[in-house]
């Protein structure tokens, strides 16, 4: 094998499986901040339990047919109980996230929920077991100054459904963590069923205790939720095959822009300077973390001894 195969196989096997991941849990944030953006539509006639009802409706009705034409069965898993906890903590971080968006701008909502990556890199350490060093644990502390200002606790200015993203954002990790648990023993169709099903029976019991009869509108924005909220979780599984945990996490600030392009554009809504202020820190943070992510990736690989020709 020539030099220059070698070089490119190299640069191959460094590159193709992290960048493939970032780039699909971009892909899978335009999708999850369509999916918030309607959801807060909806909340201006329908309970929030029922916005993620009807999410979790159409996330069932598409995976019924994708099970179905599956080769096996998708509900047989190597981790079932693992499978069912992801799918209480998607769900729990769900109507928490759309409860807030009643109060809340929807860019200071995701810009708050943004604590999750930082959660995510810290909690891949003790449930993962990845490496993470002091530098990446200072920017993501201070990636929650970021939050902290976000939020302004203790001012005027705080808005206690804050409280709501950051309990969602709390599950949300957890959801994320599990992802990636899960990736290595289960298919995406597996993870997914579980999702819908877990998701779709808790709403099910739920739902019928703040029931609001929709109009042919709402049902039909509903779809338009459940469309875009499968087609988001579903890359986010495909991009946790692809990369790690620690790496892709801080990634998924990349939300804040087009939230905040939809909240102007469909709600008039133009978010406060500190908004702006924090989220720079929380992104600035997150790109030095995926940063040292990277190096330390490279360096890994590099030591790997290469198979010859």
């Known amino acids: 094998m020539s030099s220059r195969d070698v070089a490119r196989n190299l640069t191959r096997r460094l590159d193709d499986r992290p960048f493939r991941g970032i780039v699909l849990i971009i892909a899978a944030t335009v999708f999850l901040a ?56 998607l769900v729990f971080s769900s109507v928490l996230f759309i409860s807030s968006l009643r109060y809340l701008p929807i860019a200071q909502a995701s810009a708050t929920s943004f604590v999750a990556p930082l959660l995510v890199t810290a909690l891949s350490v003790v449930v993962l077991g990845e490496t993470v060093g002091p530098r990446r644990w200072v920017a993501t502390l201070v990636g929650l100054i970021g939050v902290l200002i976000v939020v302004r606790p203790g001012t005027a200015a705080f808005n206690p459904a804050a409280i709501l993203t950051l ?88 939300q804040l822009v087009w939230v905040a392009i939809i909240g102007f554009v469909v709600f008039g809504e133009v978010p406060g300077v500190w908004t702006f202020v924090g989220a720079a820190i929380i992104i600035g943070s ?21 198979p010859s020709a």
């Open 167 to 254: 309990i969602s954002a709390l599950a949300w990790a957890a959801t994320l963590i599990m992802t990636r648990m899960i990736s290595g023993a289960d298919r995406v169709v597996t993870t997914m069923a579980f999702a819908a099903i877990v998701g779709f029976a808790v709403l099910c019991v739920l739902v019928p205790f703040v029931w609001v009869t929709p109009s042919w509108r709402d049902i039909g924005l509903g779809i338009g939720v459940g469309v875009a909220s499968t087609a988001g979780q579903w890359i986010v599984v495909l991009a946790f095959r692809h990369a790690a945990a620690s790496l892709l996490a801080p990634f998924s600030y990349s």
């Open 286 to 306: 997150g790109v030095y973390t995926a940063h040292r992510e990277r190096r330390r990736h490279l360096r890994a690989v590099a030591a790997e001894p290469y």
């Open 34 to 89: 369509c999916s918030d953006a309607l959801g807060k539509y909806l909340m201006l006639t329908l309970p929030a339990i029922e916005v993620a009802w009807l999410r979790f409706l159409v996330f069932v009705l598409i995976m019924v047919p994708v099970a179905t034409a599956s080769a096996s069965s998708p509900l047989k898993s190597v981790r079932p109980g693992l499978q069912v906890l992801r799918g209480l903590a």
